[in-house]
Nanobody
Framework: QVQLVESGGGLVQAGGSLRLSCTASGSIISTYVMGWYRQAPGKQRELVAQIIFGGSPDYADSVKGRFTISRDNAKNSVNLQMNSLKPEDTAVYYC?????????????WGQGTQVTVSS
């Protein structure tokens, strides 16, 4: 069984910063991709940033230059540093990872953490 546990959401004023963290635990053999998605009310879930094992980060155009994703492969963790936050960044943020266990390789999701940016 694999679990993704997120932390770090909250309320911040426009222009402020937040840092999200996510750690995967369980019977993990390897973690291929780790990243963050978000879903605002009434909108579809969208990719924010992701990083492939041994690869370069990939960002949504809307967050380039403001958000930085990083991962610690030894700890199966991924962080998202969010700077210069805007009200339109308000959403529930979900950690996502493609993880290989003994049985299967598939995507896993965290429970979500709320990020609210006030104007």
């Amino acid at each position: 069984q694999v679990q993704l546990v997120e932390s770090g959401g909250g309320l911040v004023q426009a222009g402020g910063s937040l840092r999200l963290s996510c750690t995967a635990s369980g019977s993990i053999i390897s973690t291929y991709v780790m990243g963050w998605y978000r879903q605002a009310p009434g909108k579809q879930r969208e990719l924010v940033a992701q990083i492939i094992f041994g690869g370069s980060p990939d960002y949504a155009d809307s967050v380039k230059g403001r958000f930085t994703i990083s991962r610690d492969n030894a700890k199966n963790s991924v962080n998202l540093q969010m700077n210069s936050l805007k009200p339109e960044d308000t959403a529930v943020y979900y950690c996502n990872a493609i993880i290989r266990t003994v049985v299967v390789q598939r995507p896993y999701w965290g429970q979500g953490t709320q990020v609210t940016v006030s104007s």
